[in-house]
């Protein structure tokens, strides 16, 4: 028998709160911070004030986004002067060593107050060293590893002179329709509260004043992930149930983890849009969770207000915005503009601006840019400290760990490294430019390992693999299928990598059809009718609906976006050098229309029992309501079965705990690595619960024959839910337990929880 364990939850908060209070006993305010910080507030002009609630587009560095010479020319003065005038608090989206020391020499040398500029990033996932996407590295389901990409981003990001990242985004995002899906965890709330945390521990190290410590910014506050079909910056209608159960807990998972950045997201929530919205930037936030922190605008999205139409023009949006809680504005300028003449005006009290201005600060306090405001501008780090082989090592074998190999048929999977003639068809076969995925600013496209690249490193006879793209993404090649069916003919076996652009997933980049562009099937249709073997390799920042040859395929691998040692990744698993062991953090559909779709759904008073029952219950008339793949779901190269599934006691007292185990055992050839996931179910309770939700993954290294025991330990709060105001409530009833390889697996136990006992009279 293991050692006794504390539940999982309680395990998850003691943990969280002792990282924090190690982490951030550098970054919380003495009083010499406090008096310090009030010293400088009653030295501060309403115009200084402002502008340190001001963050700008940094196009005045020679790695700013799409800068031009004689732009940063330009830019370095006209900045330089706002600057100088203490109408800048930060700049984003400009990387630097020269260039950062310049700027912020004019904050601290020239500026009348000194004080130092804030420089920030979109950091997604890498910077010059890019990883997977967030959604593909969450189906690693491996917290260490998105600690370690992350903690790894923050070293390069770092070292060119960045000091806060824009990630991670933690929306929770349950229609596939959503472009914004790839920046995430997925569809589930457990897994998304697993990986916020982990991400902001990475992301800020040891200590937010290091050198490479890089300031995490959860976003996008909240609720973004449920706009209304998968429409970005769409509106959201949600119940404070769902908001507060589904959508909160990962936001406050990543303050837990200690950041201290929280940006606004651009959609209404309920017809408030969310950076002028009171109950969610100050109820929530500030009031019931004691958020210190600032909070920043989504790119100007205060200027939206008026769009919306909540706000009568720019005056009255910077008003509304710093009243609801947005501390910082971004890029319109709004703040700058307005905000001195709103509080002369009396429209805006004093004591909001100072509020917001005092947050900001001791931000830049608890980085240590008061006493170090050249911290991370160090041009020997700059030289050193970008594409180091262990960073590089680590990019591989996080593409590596985040593939999902959805099908395997035949075993057709791994291929021999050598004795076969493979036909590589595709548009992403030599592709070195879209495997890095959305949100990767300062990749290097020449860095790119594309999958032609990385076979022919791994297999014995390059020569034995034939490239044919067949088509372009979205458009058709002269002679391209034709080209594709004689090489797939010839071959023994075909590698088909097909699947999105970057442009067809991220931000902005919604889709109401999230199958293959047309083309795409086309070639599938086509090479597949030739009868050779094919296995289909998917880049992706989505869950896809798969149809025709696509998904009959015997083989198929859910490659995502994987950075830029995709190639060697891919090699790896498909020639049997590694074995896949992602897992879905996302379910998979039959078909478009499915959307939104999820795994963790409420039952209906009629739902489908039987694939077979067509009328007058919950399901469309084309398709059942069973995921293509589920959520969970993932193979290797094993083969895994899953034994003796017990309970230590079917009775758990309310203050109690007991143990759920089962045994897994590999059945297979070759090494697996089975994450066994714990869902459970309450059969009767108000409000409703979904029918399985996650509460708990372990996983297990299993050699060929090999069994293991895997056991959770539970007590009433593993069992918990969020109510309408947050408050974490169970109740007394039946609960059904798995212990499962997916959401859809698995045969459950019941547990019974008893009521609190009553206390003697």
């Not at 229309?593 to 963790?600: K, L, M, R, T």
Request: charged fraction near 20%; glycine fraction near 10%; hydrophobic fraction near 45%.
């Amino acid at each position: 028998m293991s050692p006794p364990r504390l539940p999982l939850r309680r395990r998850f908060l003691q943990a969280a709160a002792a990282l924090l209070a190690a982490r951030s006993a550098a970054a919380r305010p003495t009083a010499k911070d406090d008096a310090a910080i009030e010293r400088l507030l009653r030295r501060m002009t309403l115009e200084e004030k402002a502008g340190q609630l001001s963050l700008f587009f940094d196009d005045a560095r020679e790695d700013a986004v799409n800068a031009n010479p004689a732009q940063v020319e330009r830019a370095m003065a006209d900045i330089g002067a706002e600057i100088a005038a203490g109408r800048v608090g930060g700049l984003f989206n400009g990387i630097g060593v020269a260039s950062g020391w310049a700027l912020q020499r004019i904050a601290v040398e020239r500026s009348r107050l000194g004080i130092p500029l804030l420089f920030a990033a979109d950091v997604i996932h890498g910077l010059r060293t890019v990883f997977p996407v967030p959604l593909g590295e969450a189906a690693a389901f491996d917290t260490a590893l998105a600690e370690r990409t992350a903690r790894a981003a923050a070293e390069e990001a770092t070292a060119v002179g960045i000091h806060w990242t824009f990630a991670p985004m933690v929306d929770v995002a349950r229609d596939q329709r959503w472009g914004r899906v790839v920046e995430g965890a997925g569809e589930d709330t457990w897994w998304g509260q697993q990986l916020a945390a982990a991400r902001v521990r990475g992301f800020q190290g040891r200590s937010l004043r290091d050198d490479d410590s890089l300031l995490a910014t959860v976003k996008h506050f909240a609720g973004y992930g449920a706009v209304a079909g998968g429409m970005d910056y769409n509106s959201v209608e949600l119940s404070d149930a769902t908001l507060h159960d589904v959508h909160l807990p990962p936001f406050r998972a990543g303050l837990e983890a200690g950041a201290l950045a929280v940006m606004t997201a651009f959609h209404d929530l309920n017809g408030i849009p969310a950076t002028a919205h009171h109950g969610l930037l100050t109820g929530v936030l500030r009031q019931q969770w004691g958020f210190g922190g600032l909070v920043v605008s989504d790119f100007a999205s205060d200027v939206e207000l008026v769009t919306h139409g909540l706000a009568a023009d720019d005056k009255d949006a910077a008003r509304r915005a710093i009243l609801a809680g947005c501390d910082m504005s971004m890029a319109s300028a709004l703040y700058n503009r307005h905000l001195p003449a709103l509080v002369r005006e009396g429209a805006v009290p004093m004591a909001v601006l100072d509020r917001s201005v005092r947050r900001v600060l001791r931000v830049k306090q608890a980085l240590g840019l008061f006493e170090r405001p050249y911290r991370s501008l160090d041009p020997t780090r700059e030289r050193s400290a970008l594409r180091r082989p262990q960073t590089v090592a680590l990019a591989r074998e996080a593409a590596r760990r985040s593939v999902v190999l959805l099908k395997n048929e035949g075993r057709l999977l791994p291929l021999p490294a050598q004795g076969q003639r493979i036909a590589l068809i595709g548009p992403f076969a030599q592709d070195r430019v879209h495997l890095m995925g959305p949100w990767a600013l300062w990749n290097e496209p020449a860095q790119g390992v594309s999958l032609e690249d990385g076979l022919r490193a791994a297999l014995a006879d390059p020569a034995a693999l034939q490239v044919v793209p067949g088509c372009g993404i979205e458009t058709a090649l002269d002679g391209g299928i034709a080209a594709a069916v004689a090489a797939a003919r010839a071959a023994d076996v075909v590698i088909l990598s097909v699947g999105e652009s970057d442009a067809l997933s991220g931000e902005s980049a919604s889709r109401t059809d999230i199958g293959l562009p047309p083309v795409q099937q086309a070639l599938a249709e086509a090479v597949a009718a030739t009868g050779t073997p094919m296995v289909v390799v998917l880049q992706h920042g989505r869950a896809l609906a798969l149809s025709g040859a696509v998904r009959a395929a015997p083989a198929i691998l859910a490659g995502w976006y994987l950075g830029q040692q995709s190639g060697h990744a891919l090699a790896d698993l498909l020639l049997g050098q590694q074995a896949p062991s992602g897992r879905l953090p996302v379910s998979f559909p039959q078909a478009s229309g499915q959307q939104p779709y999820f795994y963790n759904h409420r039952n209906t008073g009629r739902p489908q029992e039987r694939a077979d029952e067509t009328r007058f219950r919950s399901r469309y008339l084309e398709v059942t309501n069973e995921a293509l793949y589920p959520f969970g779901h993932g193979l290797g190269y094993g083969e895994i079965v899953y034994e003796a599934l017990s309970l230590d006691t079917d009775t758990l007292a309310w203050d109690g705990r007991c143990q759920v185990r089962v045994q897994v055992r590999n059945l297979g050839p070759r090494a697996m690595r089975e994450v066994v996931q714990l869902y459970i179910h309450q059969r009767v309770a108000s409000p409703v619960r979904p029918v399985r939700e996650l509460r708990g993954v372990q996983a297990v290294e299993l050699a060929a024959g090999e069994a293991a025991s895997v056991a959770f330990t539970l007590s009433r709060h593993d069992l918990a839910h969020r109510d309408a105001q947050g408050r974490a409530r169970v109740e007394p009833g039946w609960f059904d337990l798995w212990l499962a390889p997916s959401a859809a697996a698995g045969t459950p136990v019941s547990l019974r929880l008893l009521g609190p006992t009553p206390s003697p009279r």
